[in-house]
C-alpha cells in the first residue's frame, strides 16, 4: 500500500509564512507529477500547484502565483509547498497528490494526503 502523510499545516496570521510538506511511503516504484489542491468550507476542491518528476515545469493558480512555492526532493518522496504573504481567503484544508506508479503495476495511480487545515486571520 501507499500512504501519504501531510504537515505544517496551522494557525497564521495574515501576511505570515507557513511550510506545508507531504511524504509518501509504501510500495513506491516511482512518483511522477507531485501537487497541491486546497478546499475551503462551502467551495470545491481546487488546484494550487503542480511539479513534474524532474522539479523543472510548474504550475500555480492566478490567486497565489508570487506568493507560494512548490518543491521536491525525490529522495525523500517529499513535496513541500511554502507559503508566504499569507491572506484570510488562503484559509482551506490543503490536500496533497501524487501520480504513483507501484511495484509491479503497470499504469500510475492517483494518492492523496489527509489533509492539514491552514488557517489565516487576525
Known amino acids: 500500500q501507499v500512504q501519504l502523510v501531510e504537515s505544517g499545516g496551522g494557525l497564521v496570521q495574515p501576511g505570515g509564512s507557513l511550510r506545508l510538506s507531504c511524504v509518501a511511503s509504501g510500495s513506491i516504484f516511482s512518483i511522477y507529477s507531485m501537487g497541491w489542491y486546497r478546499q475551503a468550507p462551502g467551495k470545491q476542491r481546487e488546484l494550487v500547484a503542480t511539479i513534474t518528476s524532474s522539479g523543472t515545469t510548474n504550475y500555480y493558480a492566478d490567486s497565489v502565483k508570487g506568493r507560494f512555492t512548490i518543491s521536491r526532493d525525490n529522495a525523500k518522496n517529499t513535496v513541500y509547498l511554502q507559503l508566504n504573504s499569507l491572506k484570510p481567503e488562503d484559509t482551506a484544508v490543503y490536500y496533497c497528490?501524487?501520480?504513483?506508479?507501484?511495484?509491479?503495476?503497470?499504469?500510475?495511480?492517483?494518492?492523496w494526503g489527509q489533509g492539514t487545515q491552514v488557517t489565516v486571520s487576525s
Open positions: 497528490n501524487f501520480d504513483i506508479l507501484k511495484h509491479k503495476a503497470i499504469d500510475l495511480e492517483p494518492y
